[in-house]
T-cell receptor
Framework: AQKVTQAQTEISVVEKEDVTLDCVYE???????LFWYKQPPSGELVFLIR??????QNEISGRYSWNFQKSTSSFNFTITASQVVDSAVYFC????????FGAGTRLTVKP | NAGVTQTPKFRVLKTGQSMTLLCAQD?????MYWYRQDPGMGLRLIHY???????AKGEVPDGYNVSRLKKQNFLLGLESAAPSQTSVYFC????????????FGPGTRLTVT
């Protein structure tokens, strides 16, 4: 069975704070993909990143960074120096044959 | 380039009524998907299609049917709506060799009373 858990339902930070969104997944497969999507208030989901199960290198893209740890089945997402425009719901997802999403974490960044 | 569009944006149905949601994409994507989003549940895959004329069940297919008669369109049908189908429905599409990068439509908010 495949399952994605985002234990943080809501997070609120003040602008310029760093924030980490947690994602823990379960799968029996050895080959799979992990993703993060952003859903801003407009509603449309925006693809942020994917990782395949064989690539445990962390990735940094501007203020965004991702930490994939297979040993703990986690794929955490960190936003450095958060901005108000980062306010959104963020979804972690796992894919083997079909896509399984976590319940999402609502991030509010206050000015 | 409109991307992924969905029709309608909002709809209210009475229990037992039927309706069809239309998804259209102009990116020549091979794959298309229908998801539903419920509070606290994230997105769940209803059905998907890997090409014209083909469809497959996702995680929560019961109560829905789909058709992909044209590559650019993916229809989601509710034959007899139930209150449990109140949700926001998202369509998405992707290239076959980049299935991980899905492009989402704006969503359809459906209420069944």
């Amino acid at each position: 069975a495949q399952k994605v858990t985002q234990a943080q339902t809501e997070i609120s930070v003040v602008e310029k704070e760093d924030v980490t969104l947690d994602c823990v997944y379960e799968t029996r497969d050895t080959t799979y993909y992990l993703f993060w999507y952003k859903q801003p208030p407009s509603g449309e989901l925006v693809f942020l990143i994917r990782r395949n199960s064989f690539d445990e290198q962390n990735e940094i893209s501007g203020r965004y960074s991702w930490n994939f740890q297979k040993s703990t089945s986690s794929f955490n997402f960190t936003i450095t120096a958060s901005q108000v425009v980062d306010s959104a719901v963020y979804f972690c997802a796992l894919r083997k044959n079909d896509m399984r999403f976590g319940a999402g974490t609502r991030l509010t960044v206050k000015p | 380039n409109a991307g992924v569009t969905q029709t309608p944006k909002f709809r209210v149905l009475k229990t037992g009524q039927s309706m069809t949601l239309l998804c259209a994409q102009d990116m020549n994507h091979e794959y298309m998907y229908w998801y539903r989003q419920d509070p606290g549940m994230g997105l769940r895959l209803i059905h998907y299609s890997v090409g014209e004329g083909t469809t497959a069940k996702g995680e929560v297919p019961d109560g829905y049917n789909v058709s992909r008669l044209k590559k650019q369109n993916f229809l989601l049908g509710l034959e007899s709506a139930a209150p449990s189908q109140t949700s926001v429905y998202f369509c998405a599409s992707s290239y076959a060799d980049r299935f991980y990068e899905q492009y989402f439509g704006p969503g359809t908010r459906l209420t069944v009373t």
